[in-house]
């Protein structure tokens, strides 16, 4: 099993719309959680990072489920600029500091 | 303008051809870290460091070494290339606050490698 797990999609979804995804981690010890958005062939980008108490940044909402061991990423009135690969990440300081990614998800927003 | 700096950005190169891709960050950063990425497996961690003169594995290490000589230098050396190292690879850096590193992770621009 995956330390941490994305459905890849592709979700297709039209201007205007809500979607969501959630990502689930393995290693109850992880500490710190975050998505990053990228877009083809570029560097990933820090989106938003993850509160327990949840957290929103215009658009974005992403909320952290510690007992079921999922963050959220939910997008409302998508843009096409919306359109890219979303990642998400988790922090294990285990001595040393390690981040491990998902393999992402892949969100096409049509006009 | 802050930023993380690889080097060279695409590089095609055959199988035992040494190469070093290189990577500064202008950040005063701690901590870097080495990625590859490959289609349907994700972000993978090569090395990390958490320091100048310190360095550890990540989950994907084989074949892979680094250095931290200097703080805002973390090249990333392949010995002798295999095909299997065709990637995309992202430098990183990182900083802590109050002493914990808060995870947020600057990346470079990435370096396409290709081994024949």
Redesign the interface.
């Known amino acids: 099993r995956k330390e941490v797990e994305q459905d890849p999609g592709p979700f297709n979804v039209p201007e205007g719309a809500t979607v969501a995804f959630n990502c689930t981690y393995s290693n109850s010890a992880s500490q710190s959680f975050f998505w990053y958005r990228q877009d083809c062939r570029k560097e990933p980008k820090l989106l938003m990072s993850v509160y327990s108490s949840g957290n929103e940044d215009g658009r974005f909402t992403a909320q952290l489920n510690r007992a079921s061991q999922y963050i959220s990423l939910l997008i409302r009135d998508s843009k096409l600029s919306d359109s890219a690969t979303y990642l998400c990440a988790v922090n294990l300081n285990t001595g040393g500091f390690k981040t491990i990614f998902g393999a992402g998800t892949r969100l096409f927003v049509k006009a | 303008e802050a930023q993380v700096t690889q080097n060279p950005r695409y590089l095609i190169t055959v199988t035992g051809k040494k190469l070093t891709v290189t990577c500064s960050q202008n950040m005063n950063h701690e901590?870097m870290?080495w990625?590859r990425q490959d289609p349907?497996?994700?972000?993978?961690?090569i090395y990390?460091s958490?320091n100048v003169e310190v360095t550890?594995k990540?989950?994907v290490p084989e074949g892979y070494k680094v250095s931290r000589k200097e703080k805002r230098n973390f090249p990333l050396i392949l010995e002798s290339p295999s095909p299997n190292q065709t990637s995309?690879y992202?430098c990183a850096s990182?900083q802590p606050t109050s002493g914990?590193?808060?995870?947020?992770?600057f990346?470079?621009?990435?370096s396409r490698l290709t081994v024949l």
């Open positions: 901590y870290s990625y349907g497996l994700g972000l993978r961690q990390y958490m550890d990540g989950d995309l992202f990182s914990r590193f808060t995870g947020e992770l990346f470079g621009e990435g």
